[in-house]
């Protein structure tokens, strides 16, 4: 015996009620999410027992229930933090000036 409750307020569905019947999916990628629900126009056996399927008792309890599913923002996955490296850059020599070398040069021949 298949039992049907009423996504938001846990009520069972007796065989002469009519109620809503939806199809709900997330899709979760790796930069993004998305989150959806059909409603169907009216009560299907085959499609009220699909994996995917959402039972409402009432307009109020599908209002209520959409409300919260979608007023937060869909699970991301987290980000990749890279780490930055630094490297110290080498410090230049200081170039002796040409007037030392020169006035060496002429110490030596004197």
Not at 51 to 79: G, I, Q
């Amino acid at each position: 015996m298949i039992r049907f409750e009423c996504e938001w307020c846990k009520r069972l569905k007796s065989s002469d009620e009519i109620w809503i019947l939806g199809l709900a999916a997330e899709a979760v990628g790796i930069t993004s999410a998305r989150r959806e629900i059909s409603i169907l126009p009216t009560w299907n056996r085959d499609n009220s027992v699909h994996p995917l399927a959402v039972h409402f008792c009432s307009h109020e309890c599908k209002d209520d229930y959409m409300a919260r599913l979608f007023e937060k923002e869909p699970p991301v996955s987290p980000e990749i933090v890279i780490e930055e490296k630094t490297t110290a850059r080498a410090v230049p020599r200081r170039r002796r000036t040409m007037k030392k070398k020169r006035n060496t040069r002429r110490k030596q021949a004197a």
